[in-house]
T-cell receptor
Framework: DTAVSQTPKYLVTQMGNDKSIKCEQN?????MYWYKQDSKKFLKIMFS???????INETVPNRFSPKSPDKAHLNLHINSLELGDSAVYFC???????????FGAGTRLSVL | EDKVVQSPLSLVVHEGDTVTLNCSYE??????LLWYKQEKKAPTFLFML????IEKKSGRLSSILDKKELFSILNITATQTGDSAVYLC????????????FGKGTKLSVKP
């Protein structure tokens, strides 16, 4: 009964490949997020999305794109992976207007 | 530029000690401040603070916000080894989707 679930937990791939990370929440929340946590444990917002609005952090390369097939899912697609993309990626969700976000367990991406 | 600064970055104590973790912030359009605990995986929600001077308490953990001086503290009394984690402070800086900006965290290690 995991509230926010991500797959896969680990992803090892070569530079230049394209990969996707999936996120699903069963909390009935309207807003979902993607965060990147680097090796120094710094958690930084990449995207926030509800069915009306996508807000992109301007520092995120356009190789990253969120895709939402429905309200409960927000997947992250990454094209032409680079070494610097290696990090842990967290998905989160929240109720509209609520500050409290609930996080998934993270996906550790290693680009070789 | 909006920012959240936590101190200390790391802390080692012995079981039974009391610790105080600090979080200061500079953001436009402050809405709330949140504390999360991150062990090996997902950050888990601890407290949300919106008003100055009102202490939030849960067991041995407590937190308070000072909106005039722009900081919050998280206190843990009678620490246990299970309290070992990274404690993250985040500020909701407004906007329609309640985005959070995180500090770099305080890594707490509690030794037996």
């Amino acid at each position: 009964d995991t509230a926010v679930s991500q797959t896969p937990k680990y992803l090892v791939t070569q530079m230049g490949n394209d990969k996707s990370i999936k996120c699903e929440q069963n909390l009935g929340h309207d807003t979902m997020y993607w965060y990147k946590q680097d090796s120094k444990k710094f958690l930084k917002i990449m995207f926030s999305y509800n069915n009306k609005e996508l807000i992109i952090n301007e520092t995120v390369p356009n190789r990253f794109s969120p895709k939402s097939p429905d309200k409960a899912h927000l997947n992250l697609h990454i094209n032409s992976l680079e070494l610097g993309d290696s990090a842990v990626y967290f998905c989160a969700s929240s109720q509209p207007g609520s500050s409290i976000q609930y996080f998934g367990a993270g996906t550790r991406l290693s680009v070789l | 530029e909006d920012k959240v600064v936590q101190s200390p970055l790391s802390l080692v104590v012995h079981e039974g000690d009391t610790v105080t973790l600090n979080c200061s912030y500079e953001v436009t359009n402050f809405r709330s401040l949140l504390w999360y605990k991150q062990e090996k995986k997902a950050p888990t929600f601890l407290f949300m603070l919106t008003s100055s001077g009102i202490e939030k308490k849960s067991g041995r953990l407590s937190s308070i916000l000072d909106k005039k001086e722009l900081f919050s503290i998280l206190n843990i009394t009678a620490t246990q080894t299970g309290d070992s984690a990274v404690y993250l402070c985040a500020v909701n800086y407004g906007g329609s989707q309640g985005n959070l900006i995180f500090g770099k965290g305080t890594k707490l290690s509690v030794k037996p």
